[in-house]
């Protein structure tokens, strides 16, 4: 992280000092006691299970060098010089320092959301932009109101490239998370039934993956699926630059031949590039092709480079093989919604083998009263 002095993060939260100290220097932001380096700010987030207001005392003494809090009660610091913002709410108070961090930083910015592919895509772009710059993305799914100001904490003037994934099941959180990021590159992957009991309906979804646009910066750029109606309705109410990517031929990058290939497809991009993508599963065609469109809006050549994924792999969790005895098992239990169980039957569909296939499927939760329905 790049420094920044406590005097700046009071009033980037908007906060009231309760132990003065001095205007020290900040390195780092974090969320976890365990995980403190000298010179972090430690905001006690409070959870389900765990209060990190109980935890303030053993950030101090493993070198924070002050705290965010909403209370604290009767914790006896034993340091009247150990600085101490109290805030309404420190969940929000974490975005709101992220949010003026961001607005410091040089770095260009891409927002990833979707119903589906948002990890893998992010994992895609992060691939590809590394072989033209410096790039920092999300760790795992962190996609949240946690996860995106954490992830934007690991960002620095010297990366080119941030690259943030955003999720939700209410609406207004993309707006937040926009609003946080300010992305410069917005891609909305796909819209499909996901989160309807916080959304209400496929158009509730569409209209939440949509407040992405919200934030994007004035010269930024929507990147969208021409294949998926919702994106391309989002796309026509948008009056911003715009680059779809797809198999339609309205796609600005466009996959024109595929070729199943060993565990992974052999792919034709805009009828002149020709590439190998080795992972398995033919959703991810679409993931590729939008990390694709990514690198196009930020001004780079892709057809420079036909083997920009030589090693890239999935995501754990997602078409994950492994062989026990005779038995191939496949792990692809990260998540589940209707379409992403759809994707998941015809990669097994597609598996040539020999022996019989077993589908075994979870629940599918947060679909609300669709649920027996879908």
């Known amino acids: 992280m790049e420094n920044l002095y406590f005097n700046e993060i009071v009033e980037a939260v908007n906060g009231q000092m309760l132990c003065t100290g001095k205007n020290v220097k900040v390195k780092g932001v974090s969320i976890d006691s365990r995980t403190i380096q000298n010179g972090d700010i430690f905001f006690a987030l409070k959870g389900e299970r765990v209060d990190g207001h109980h935890y303030v005392v ?3 003494k493993a070198g924070a060098v002050g705290a965010v809090v909403s209370h604290l009660g009767k914790t006896d610091l034993g340091h009247e010089h150990f600085p101490v913002i109290r805030v309404k709410d420190t969940v929000t108070a974490l975005g709101d320092l992220a949010r003026y961090y961001r607005q410091k930083l040089t770095t260009k910015i891409i927002g990833i959301t979707g119903s589906n592919g948002k990890t893998t895509t992010k994992e895609m772009t992060y691939h590809l932009l590394s072989q033209f710059g410096s790039v920092a993305r999300s760790q795992k799914s962190f996609n949240n109101f946690i996860g995106v100001p954490v992830s934007i904490f690991e960002i620095e003037n010297r990366h080119q490239y941030g690259v943030l994934e955003m999720g939700t099941n209410a609406p207004g959180e993309i707006r937040r998370l926009s609003e946080i990021g300010s992305p410069d590159i917005a891609a909305i992957l796909n819209v499909s039934q996901t989160h ?4 209400g309906s496929t158009e509730g979804v569409a209209a939440a993956k949509g407040e992405i646009l919200e934030n994007l910066r004035k ?4 990147v969208y ?12 109410g948008f009056k911003g630059k715009k680059i779809g990517f797809g198999f339609g031929p309205h796609a600005h990058i466009r996959c024109t031949t595929t070729k199943k290939e060993d565990e992974g497809y052999r792919l034709g991009i805009n009828g002149c ?3 190998y993508l080795p992972v398995p599963g033919y959703h991810n065609i679409s993931n590729c092709l939008a990390s694709f469109a990514i690198c196009h809006a930020l001004g780079h050549n892709i057809y420079q480079r036909r083997e920009m994924f030589a090693s890239f792999k999935l995501p754990q969790m997602r078409i994950e093989h492994q062989r026990i005895g005779n038995i191939t098992f496949i792990n692809d239990a990260y998540n589940a919604n209707p379409e992403s169980v759809r994707a998941a039957l015809a ?13 075994i499927c979870g629940d599918m939760l947060e679909l609300g009263s669709d649920a027996v329905q879908l």
């Open 219 to 222: 010269e930024g750029v929507f």
């Open 58 to 60: 053993p950030a101090m």
């Open 196 to 199: 309807l009991e916080g959304l």
């Open 273 to 275: 590039l020709e590439i």
């Open 225 to 236: 699926n021409v294949d998926n109606l919702w994106c391309v309705k989002i796309a026509d």
């Open 347 to 359: 990669y097994l569909y597609e598996m040539d083998t020999k022996g019989r296939k077993v589908f």
